[in-house]
Each structure stands twice: as C-alpha cells, then as structure tokens.
C-alpha cells in the first residue's frame, strides 16, 4: 500500500474553511498558528478556534487594554508564537469566560 502524503488546500478555500479573510490566514501562517496549508493542518486549526484580540474584544465586551490585563494576571489563555508577536486565542475558552461574566451579574 502506497503512503499518500498531506492534502494541499489553496490559500482560498483554507480562508473560507476557516472563515477568515486572507489577511488573517497569512497571519497564522506566519506565527505558526496554522502549520501548513495542508488539510489536516488547516482542519486542526478550525477545531481549535483560534481568534484574535479583536475579537476577544468583542466577545467579552471590553478594551484591549483589559484582554491583556487579564492575560498577564492568568485569566485569560492565550498562545504567543513568539515574544512580542500576536497572541492568539481559543474561542471556547473566550467564551467560557464571557459565560461566566455574564452568570455573576446575573446572581
């Protein structure tokens, strides 16, 4: 039996897989938060829902300065490719914070 190697996907339909503009799929190439444009890579990244400050921002409900008060007090994951780079974030884990908020004004 023949061992295939990875399914390339083209930059567009990784974009639309991961409902991203081409701006933010270079982005992720580049911090190494997708690894490839290979399909499994490119299914991995969409499993695990990386989002960007923006929309934490929104997500939350608070500036940026705020997201990164609560990543330097440990309250919020995030994944930094590199030192200064861009932080990416899960957004499950976004919006299980955003849950929570939303349950303590709520009691």
Do not use: F
């Not at 929309?55 to 990164?68: E, T, W």
């Not at 994944?79 to 299980?96: F, K, L, S």
Request: hydrophobic share 40%; charged share 30%.
């Amino acid at each position: 039996m023949t061992q295939r190697g990875p399914t390339p996907v083209s930059r567009e339909r990784a974009a639309a897989l991961l409902d991203v503009g081409h701006t933010r799929l270079e982005s992720m190439l580049r911090d190494g938060v997708l690894a490839s444009l290979a399909l499994e890579d490119v299914l991995r990244a969409w499993e695990q829902g990386w989002i960007r400050t923006g929309d934490v921002m929104a997500i939350l409900g608070v500036n940026r300065s705020r997201v990164g008060q609560l990543v330097e007090a440990d309250r919020l994951p995030c994944d930094q490719a590199r030192p200064g780079g861009r932080r990416w974030y899960r957004r499950a884990q976004v919006e299980v914070i955003a849950n929570a908020r939303e349950a303590r004004k709520l009691r």
